[in-house]
């Protein structure tokens, strides 16, 4: 291939999703929120449930010093847009659910091959790559004497380790290469379980086309049309269809299963099965139930592809889908004929009405809550405020105090009565400096009024910002015969 073909395939590549998440500038933190959220533990979830966890993850990282500026709904709005994540809603499902999209999990998968490495060449894998091909050629074998010599060689083979075993020689394989072939077991299975999604985004991808061709011309659409009314499952037909089928109906063998069950027991029974790790431990243990359970999310969707694409043709849609299709050629070639005749704005004699509409997602709905908006009508007392006689001297040093208004305003009031109070000198005149009225009436109480060491009264006044205020004060009487009072 010359260069500039290979860079050309390249850049290509370079704007595929796997490529642009391996390249993102804070590619380690979505790589691992993704793997923690959507890969280690359950493989979907609910748009709720996931915008919960990762706020209170983006929370934790940020305590930590990431910068992560934005909130858990805009994150999974751009990954889901780059094609990291995937937006389904389920048949009785209340709510969207996402889930990694085949290239976020080839990435994730690229990352931790390059933390856990391995040796260049195994043993084991070599043994696993002869073992395969010599397999192989045995069984395209064509020629009888040929074949028959290769069974009479293992024939041999395996009668002379039975006369071993019989005399009491056991071979066994040492602990190290045993944990060798083990582990390439275990990655061999691991690539083999995260296959799985792709090979639903191969029967998603088949879906779309064969809809396209029953939308498209009569030479691509006569034979797909023919097979489906004969009662034909193309899907399942298909190469990749006849390929899952064949690993399927391994997979659910009672047979092999229970020998793959007898196989794992087996081997974690094992000495060297210690020095595994608990993680590939856990997958071996858990192995055939991983391998169902995606293998069946595959087959369940194969089988509703198999079911919409035959409703798609009974129920006749595809005939009006074919007819939408026929007006936008048909509009395209006259447009393209009228080019040279007619400017793009040139005005003509026709209005349309254009109609336009918002369209969001259901994870961004949320229902009213009349609550929100419900203003609280409960107005809380305050704490009314205790001033005592021994701070007032530092409170008459911080003021200004108009003291000969306020004792114009005692005077004016004992002619009229024997005594007052406090309270009754700010009811009968307004207290237009505030606090420091209060402050002065106590001051001029505390040198020429009589002091009740045990009585209190509650005092109030308006301020200047309008606001009454209320305080709990020693209660003090001014009496007319008092000396000094009127001076």
């Known amino acids: 291939m010359k260069p500039h073909a290979r860079i050309a395939t390249l850049h290509r590549l370079r704007q595929a ?65 780059s094609g990291w994540l995937e937006r389904s809603l389920p048949d009785g499902a209340s709510e969207e659910q996402y889930e990694l999209t085949t290239a976020a ?11 856990q490495g391995r040796r260049a060449a195994t043993e084991s894998r070599l043994a696993l790559v002869i073992e395969q091909l010599v397999r192989l050629a045995d069984e395209t074998e064509t020629d009888p004497a040929r074949r028959l010599a290769q069974l009479e060689a293992e ?24 944990l060798e072939r083990a582990r390439e077991a275990i990655a061999l299975a691991d690539e083999l379980a995260e296959d799985f999604r792709r090979v639903r985004d191969d029967f998603q991808r088949l879906n779309r086309e064969f809809r ?11 034979a797909i049309l ?35 069950e007898e196989a794992i027991d087996a081997i974690l029974r094992r000495e060297f099965a210690s020095g595994l790790q608990r993680r590939e431990r856990a997958f ?24 919409s694409l035959k409703g798609f043709v009974q129920s006749r849609e595809f005939l009006e889908q074919r007819r939408l299709d026929a007006l936008l050629k048909q509009t395209q070639a006259t447009a393209l004929q009228l080019r040279g005749q007619l ?81 009754q000198l700010l009811a009968r005149f307004p207290a237009e400096q505030g606090l420091g009225s209060v402050v002065g009436y106590l001051t001029l109480g505390s040198r020429q009024g009589v002091v009740s060491r045990s009585a209190f009264e509650t005092v109030q006044w308006s301020g200047g910002d309008g606001v009454v205020r209320m305080a709990r004060i020693p209660l003090i009487h001014f009496l007319r015969e008092a000396p000094n009072v009127c001076a």
């Open 17 to 81: 999703p796997l490529w642009r998440l391996l390249a993102a500038t804070n590619a380690s933190a979505i790589l691992g929120l993704l793997q923690c959220l959507l890969l280690d533990e359950e493989r979907r979830l609910p748009a709720s449930v996931l915008h919960e966890r990762l706020n209170r993850e983006i929370d934790a990282l940020r305590s930590l010093g990431h910068e992560l500026p934005q909130t858990a709904q805009a994150y999974v709005a751009d990954w889901l847009a």
């Open 226 to 260: 023919e097979a489906l009314f004969a009662g034909v499952d193309v899907i399942a037909e298909s190469d990749a269809g006849r390929s899952f089928a064949a690993f399927w109906n391994l997979l659910t063998d009672i047979e092999q299963s229970a020998r793959l």
């Open 284 to 307: 071996l243990l858990h192995l055939t139930r991983t391998l169902l359970l995606r293998g069946g999310e595959v087959h369940e969707v194969l089988q509703r592809f198999a079911r």
């Open 105 to 115: 999990i080839n990435a994730i998968r690229f990352v931790a091959g390059l933390e």
């Open 343 to 423: 400017r793009p704005e040139q005005p003509i004699a026709l209005e349309l009405q254009l109609s336009s509409a918002r369209l969001r997602s259901l994870a961004q709905w949320r229902l009213f809550d009349p609550a929100e908006r419900q203003v609280d009508g409960h107005v809380r007392r305050g704490e009314t405020l205790n001033l005592s006689l021994d701070n007032i001297g530092e409170l008459v040093a911080q003021s200004e105090i108009d003291f000969r208004r306020l004792r114009a305003h005692v005077t004016e009031l004992l002619v009229e009565r024997a005594q007052c109070s406090i309270g």
């Open 155 to 178: 024939q041999a083979r395996i009668g002379a380790e039975i006369a071993e075993l019989q005399a009491g020689r056991v071979v066994r394989v040492e602990p190290q290469r045993a």
């Open 212 to 222: 396209e061709r029953l939308v498209g011309e009569e030479r691509d659409r006569g």
